[in-house]
């Protein structure tokens, strides 16, 4: 069950719809859900597509579609690299092996102190400032150099 | 120029060019359709006819003259002076790319005999694909009638459009994205674990196999098809039987005029029962000294330790020597007849002119009595007829649908989803209920009133409708009579007084009333939550009220819907399976009407009406009657309280029963003849929307099994009788001169359409699938309001028995159990017994979801599994009446409604209780008859 909070800020999107057009809020529902909880869980999307009167398959859809609803639990930091072409070719990619050497993991995969998973991301619409990773969906950092990946690490490590 | 209107330019022709030819087309048409039409194939796949057109495929290509790219003839439509080429090198070689692409990741084997892409590549003569093949998802067998490959799949979607949208039962989802992107069941479970109903509309809609029947029927070589109808429930489907020897292989929808090719899981995989060992293929004759025991049925594999097989002439003898017998010695009135709904029109009225002139009175009765019997007697009262007024898919028309008493998701699955189609298109559905059914979720409004408070929540709309002002004067006026009466009993129900009874709040009530009354069509659909109760007349007599003061009849998307249940209980019915009346509901007391047959059949007719099911079963039990014939009915499970009703049958000097498996009735016979299952024989069954509808024969029948109508025909010579009829159709054609209301309907027509709808009283006639546009059929030609007053259930809840038991059926399980839990995939599917019980309700009696249970009222106690549904009302337990380890009418009280004499089988006390025995084995279902057919 989503709390009372979560479930008055989706009331709050609904709003914005015609009342038959309920659906029309789903994907600012799920990202309220995962806010909450971390990630999509099968009751979680239940819940979403009962409040929305949708059935429950095409919020599984959309939930699938995009990735950043997280279909299984992540590490405490979400680090998503967009490695799309013009990310690539200025040296998105060599920031991703970066990272993958510092947090001695792959994509999908969290680091065992469940602080750190890394996932490969589609663009973000700032090319101009690759390499780009986005924190937890919500922070984004550009031009990552190693030295500022470095810097990121070290500041997620150390917080509380 | 004149003006045009919209409505005129949507039908005008569109002429344009097509490969080089001048073709019409029309608006409402695509390319492709307009192709088709012309003779012209255009290669497709995600296209079929009868789902929305997706254009995902783009195997459909065409060029258009001047335009920069190729179109995809299954979306577009045809405009004026258009130039169309689908044969063009250009337009050929997209299309022929979108082959070999697709035809690059298929597997090395088929699994389907006939795949749309193979035929295509055939077609264009599409070579060996260049491109490697991707890694593809592996087999999930999990489900018991469909096989899943998902590496034949090409990703065409009309599975998901055949679940979502012409189903909508919402289990199919395209999830993933990109190259990742695949077809689920929920979310990407295995289909059998998944909330599929299996009704195989996917299945039907698969170009490739992906979807296939189980057990690689659809491998099978087919020898010959036969188009026929569903023997399942009224929607009454049209179907083709795909047969391999004497073997339905599986079966397909047909473009019926109820099913549109839809079918559900019953009708698509529930054939099987034909095919399983416990068949009787031999008459039986119970062994000289052994008693009957109406403690413990026969367990089908050992009968032989109360019957002995013998000849047909033995049995027949035997069977028509008691009958004779007990008429001689006794008179008419100790002799009673069970027809069936289950059977053909012309088996139901051959059956009731035998009892009528072999036995000599009106003590016939079928399973109706059980089912709409109130309903019927309500309608007749008010408007003059019992059949409905408006077909289903007229939902198609309405603006509002009101469905209470019902659940037609498991127990009209086609029906139910014309009605969710609407919804989608946005019809306002009304559901009301005490149980959150499935057909709630795709309601407007859900009102789940107070079991037994029915009368309280309708008048409590008529109410609102008077007191707003919302009556359609003119209607009343010239179409009814008698709405003072009920205009004064509406005053004492004002919603704010029946909220609390009815626990629907008032507001809620009056809403839905000014819908209901205000929408430019409303139709009501009734069920046996109507019905089955001591105030069942009541509930329907409301239903009319409220459809006759708003004048929502007449017109189509209106009326009056009782959903009937068996596949012919229609057409029983109307075939005179009733005690007081003839064919065509001419009352047995009526001089004109008992003339007519008299004539028509040359002896002298009993004027007296006959006694009702559980009449005939209590005058059983006091031993008036003595001797009976009952014909594919299963009253030692179907009755209620039925240990009384095994007791009566046990008693009976002379039991016949034909039946096609040794029934718990036929466990109590004297005789028992094998009779031939749906598939085996020829016949009319009408539906619930009266269709009349030609059943065809596609099976031999085991042994020496024999066809029903010539084992009544037999058993009528035994009797003394002078029949001689050797084909279905001789005795359509005697119906055709005493029913007035298929008096049109010749067997040639029925063998050309497959089905008429009657009224068809003259030949050629269209026949109307809306009634009462003018005239209601009673004397005056105005139907009648009948106020109704709250009367309370026989028994209510109390400190000792404090819960509330409903009984009903399930999807996949027909009436008594008989047939289905004797097909492979309806048992595998729900094997065991189960009620359904509030998840508090069952956490207080300190139980688990799946868990034994005991279920006990003052006649009896029954045990089966829990399950935990939110949709069971706190304090209500709900069990499905077909299984006879744990037998729901052991429980249920056999009270009955004045008028149509049906006994309460929605409401009755009971007690609940963690623990007890687990339920026994019957000898079939228990998930043992996949093996036992497929060997
Ligand atoms: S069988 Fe019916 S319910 Fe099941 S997935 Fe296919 S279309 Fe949907
Ligand atoms: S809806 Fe009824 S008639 Fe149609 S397939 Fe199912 S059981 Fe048969
Ligand atoms: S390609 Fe990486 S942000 Fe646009
Ligand atoms: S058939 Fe037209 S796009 Fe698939």
Known sequence: MLSEESLKKIEREIAKYPPDQKQSAVMAALIIAQDEKGWLATETLDSVAQLLGMAPVAVYEVATFYNMYNRAPTGRYKLTICTCLPCGLQGSLDAADHLKDRLGIGFNETTPDGRFTLKEGECMGACAMAPVVLVNNKRMCDAMSKERLDALIDELRESA | MDRVST??????????????????????????????????????????????????????????????????????????????????????????????????????????????????????????????????????????????????????????????????????????????????????????????????????????????????????????????????????????????????????????PSNHGRLCVKGRYGFDYAHHPHRLTKPLIRKPGVAKDPERAVAPQDWDAVFMEASWDEALAVAARGLREIRERHGAGALAGFGSAKGSNEEAYLFQKLVRTGFGSNNVDHCTRLCHASSVAALLEGIGSGAVSNQVNDVANAELIFVIGANPTSNHPVAATWMKNAAQRGAKLIVADPRRTDLARHATHFLQFTPDTDVALLNAMIHTIVDEGLVNEAFVRDRTSGYEALKANAKAFAPEKMAPICGIPAQTIREVARLYATSKGSMIFWGMGISQHV?????????IALALMTGQIGRPGTGLHPLRGQNNVQGASDS????????????????????????????????????????????????????????????????????????????????????????????????????????????????????????????????????????????????????????????????????????????????????????????????????????????????????????????????????????????????????????????????????????????????????????????????????????????????????????????????????????????????????????????????????????
């Open chain 2, 576 to 935: 005179g399976l009733i005690p007081m009346v003839f064919p065509d509901y001419q009352r047995v007391d009526n001089p004109e009407a008992n003339a007519r047959f008299e004539k028509l059949w040359g002896v002298a007719l009993d004027r007296k009406p006959g006694l009702t099911v559980v009449e005939i079963i209590n005058a059983a039990y006091d031993r008036a009657i003595k001797g009976m014939y009952i014909m594919g009915e299963n009253p030692a499970m179907s009755d209620p309280d039925v240990a009384h009703a095994r007791a009566a049958l046990a008693r009976l000097d002379h039991l016949v029963v034909q039946d096609i498996f040794l029934t718990e009735t036929a466990a109590l016979a004297d005789v028992v003849l094998p009779a031939t299952a749906w598939p085996e024989k020829v016949g009319t069954v009408t539906n619930t929307d009266r269709m009349v509808q030609l059943g065809r024969k596609a099976l031999e029948p085991p042994g020496e099994a024999r066809e029903d109508l010539w084992i009544v025909n037999a058993l009528a010579r035994g009797l003394g009788l002078d029949w001689k009829y050797n084909h279905p159709r001789q005795v359509f054609d005697e119906m055709r001169r005493c029913m007035d209301s298929i008096a049109g309907i010749t067997w040639e027509r029925l063998e050309r359409d497959a089905s008429v709808t009657y009224p068809c009283p003259n030949e050629g006639d269209p026949g109307e699938p809306v009634v009462f546009r003018e005239v209601f059929p009673t004397a005056t030609g105005r139907a009648k309001f009948v106020p109704a007053d709250l009367i309370p259930a026989a028994e209510h809840p109390d400190t000792e028995y404090p819960m509330v038991l409903i009984t009903g059926r399930q999807l996949e399980h027909w009436h008594t159990g008989a047939i289905t839990r004797r097909s492979g995939v309806l048992d595998a599917i729900e094997p065991e017994p189960t009620a359904l019980v509030h998840p508090l309700d069952l956490a207080a009696a300190g139980a688990r979801p799946g868990e034994v249970i005991s279920v006990a009222s003052r006649r009896g106690k029954i045990s089966l599994y829990a399950r935990a549904d939110e949709g069971t009302p706190r304090g209500c337990v709900f069990v499905p009446f077909a299984y006879y380890e744990a037998a729901a009418n052991l429980l249920t009280n056999p009270v009955l409604d004045p008028f149509g004499k049906i006994p309460e089988f929605k409401y009755c006390a009971v007690k609940l209780e963690r623990g007890g025995p687990r339920p026994a084995d019957p000898g079939y279902g228990k998930g043992s008859a996949l093996a036992a057919i497929e060997g």
């Open chain 2, 535 to 543: 105030h069942g007349t009541d509930n329907a007599r409301c239903l």
């Open chain 2, 7 to 256: 409505k005129q330019q949507a039908a005008m022709p569109i002429e344009f060019k097509l490969n080089g030819n001048t073709v019409v087309g029309r608006p409402d048409e695509t390319i492709i359709e307009c192709a088709r039409r012309h003779g012209v194939e255009i290669p497709h796949l995600c296209y079929t006819p009868g789902l929305r057109p997706d254009g995902n495929c783009r195997a459909c290509m065409v060029e258009v003259k001047g335009e920069r790219v190729l179109a995809p003839s299954c979306c577009r439509g045809p405009s004026e002076g258009m130039e169309v080429t689908s044969d063009s090198p250009r337009a050929r070689a997209s299309q022929k790319m979108v082959l070999e692409l697709l035809l690059a990741d298929m597997p090395a084997q088929a699994y389907r005999r006939d795949s749309e892409l193979a035929r295509w590549v055939e077609k264009l003569g599409v070579g060996a694909p260049r491109f490697a093949a991707r890694a593809q998802p592996g087999a999930d067998l999990s489900h018991p009638a469909i096989a899943v490959r998902l590496d034949a799949c090409i990703q065409c979607t009309r599975c998901l459009r055949a679940c979502r949208e012409a189903q909508v039962n919402d289990v199919i989802g395209y999830a993933q994205r990109g190259e990742h992107s695949k077809i689920v069941f929920d979310f990407d479970d295995p289909m059998g674990a998944s909330s599929c109903v299996a009704c195989g509309e996917c299945v039907q809609a698969c170009p490739t196999g992906a979807l296939m029947p189980a057990r690689e029927w659809g491998l099978a070589a087919i020898d010959r098809t036969v188009d026929s109808v569903c023997p399942f429930c009224g929607v009454g489907c049209l179907l083709t039987y795909h047969v391999k020897g004497n073997r339905i292989a599986f079966v397909t929808g047909q473009d019926g």
